[in-house]
């Protein structure tokens, strides 16, 4: 676990993950894990009638999976401080395969931590047709070197 500090993350910086798979199991899995039941999702049936024509991944379930597809080796020094900006762009279906472009935005100083700075990172996640699904920025508290 090499530590990556605060000055060493680049604006501009950027990588793209490995690609991920949504199924029917995922949706399933996800619905009983929050409670949302949504016919949406879970009745295909209902779902022919609407828009879509076909159940849609739950807003959440598409999100957790693209968190975990950013997360890349452990940083000791930095950690997770939220996410800004979240949005659901396009549905995401089963047997859609998504990944995501991670791109250095911001970086600044945290006012309360003098200690720690914020880096910003730009996620979007696209589906196999190079549609984008996903948009946030993931913010990570970062500790400075030497401080």
Same mark, same amino acid.
């Given at each position: 676990?090499?530590?990556?500090?605060?000055?060493?993350?680049?604006?501009?910086?950027? @990588?793209?993950?490995?690609?991920?798979?949504?199924?029917?199991?995922?949706?399933?899995?996800?619905?009983?894990?929050?409670?949302?039941?949504?016919?949406?999702?879970?009745?295909?049936?209902? =779902?022919?009638?609407?828009?879509?024509?076909?159940?849609?991944?739950?807003?959440?379930?598409?999100?957790?999976?693209?968190?975990?597809?950013?997360?890349?080796?452990?940083?000791?020094?930095?950690?997770?401080?939220?996410?800004?900006?979240?949005?659901?762009?396009?549905?995401?279906?089963?047997?859609?395969?998504?990944?995501?472009?991670? @791109?250095?935005?911001? =970086?600044?100083?945290?006012?309360? @931590?003098?200690?720690?700075?914020?880096? =910003?990172?730009?996620?979007?996640?696209?589906?196999?047709?190079?549609?984008?699904?996903?948009? =946030?920025?993931?913010?990570?508290?970062?500790? @400075?070197?030497?401080?």
């Amino acid at each position: 676990m090499t530590p990556i500090y605060f000055e060493d993350f680049t604006p501009g910086a950027a @990588r793209q993950t490995g690609g991920r798979t949504i199924t029917e199991t995922d949706i399933v899995l996800h619905a009983g894990q929050t409670g949302d039941f949504y016919p949406h999702h879970m009745d295909a049936e209902w =779902c022919k009638t609407q828009p879509f024509g076909q159940r849609i991944a739950h807003g959440t379930l598409v999100f957790s999976v693209a968190v975990g597809l950013t997360a890349g080796a452990v940083n000791p020094v930095a950690m997770s401080y939220g996410y800004d900006r979240l949005r659901f762009i396009k549905p995401v279906f089963i047997g859609d395969t998504i990944r995501c472009a991670v @791109r250095i935005g911001e =970086c600044r100083a945290d006012p309360k @931590r003098p200690g720690h700075g914020i880096v =910003c990172e730009q996620v979007t996640a696209t589906n196999q047709r190079g549609e984008t699904v996903l948009a =946030c920025e993931h913010l990570l508290l970062v500790a @400075r070197r030497g401080v």
